[in-house]
């Protein structure tokens, strides 16, 4: 399930906070199974100094994929997919149609962003979504030879970046593609 406008859902059955052994208030630790979804698309129950109502329009998009085995990689991209959707756009780049600029392996490994750098080349943030590191190889496919580095969080080139790139579980690496 992906619930990009309104986070906060509750499974099973609705809760309140409850008193815990020593008297004190707090959250269930673990998700109760059962079919029912409760979403809170508003929420006005925490105690704090706030106003507890909005005007206007509000819009709340909620998607569901059926899926076998849990695999983390596969509820990264869906959840990419639903929060960032594509958006098509005239490539300056003269691809056949169907190609593609990349291609990031093993499944493992998202490709999170993609953007142009500035002073020319590409960014390309990938993310270990497994629960294993990986050794991620990113192959070019677009025009001419490319020349990868690592980079921090800004376009700047840093290090020489060689592949097979390894990549703890929940990693991320920043790619510098010129």
């Given at each position: 399930m992906a619930v990009p406008d309104a986070p906060l859902i509750e499974t099973g059955r609705m809760t309140d906070e409850t008193l815990?052994?020593?008297g004190v208030r707090s959250w269930r630790q673990r998700a109760e199974a059962g079919s029912r979804i409760y979403s809170y698309v508003m929420n006005n129950y925490w105690h704090t100094n706030y106003r507890a109502d909005q005007e206007g329009l509000a819009v709340f998009r909620y998607a569901l994929r059926p899926h076998g085995a849990f695999e983390a990689a596969a509820a990264v991209r869906f959840g990419a997919e639903?929060?960032?959707?594509?958006?098509a756009a005239l490539a300056p780049t003269p691809l056949t149609p169907g190609s593609s600029?990349?291609?990031?392996?093993?499944p493992a490994v998202v490709a999170t962003a993609f953007r142009p750098a500035v002073g020319g080349g590409w960014i390309l943030h990938l993310y270990n979504a497994g629960t294993t590191p990986a050794d991620a190889r990113v192959t070019w496919?677009?025009?001419g030879a490319a020349e990868f580095t690592r980079c921090g969080l800004g376009d700047e080139p840093g290090t020489a970046c060689t592949f097979p790139l390894l990549m703890p579980p929940s990693g991320t690496a920043f790619l510098r593609i010129r």
């Open positions: 815990n052994q020593a639903i929060a960032q959707p594509l958006t600029l990349l291609t990031v392996e093993p496919r677009g025009p």
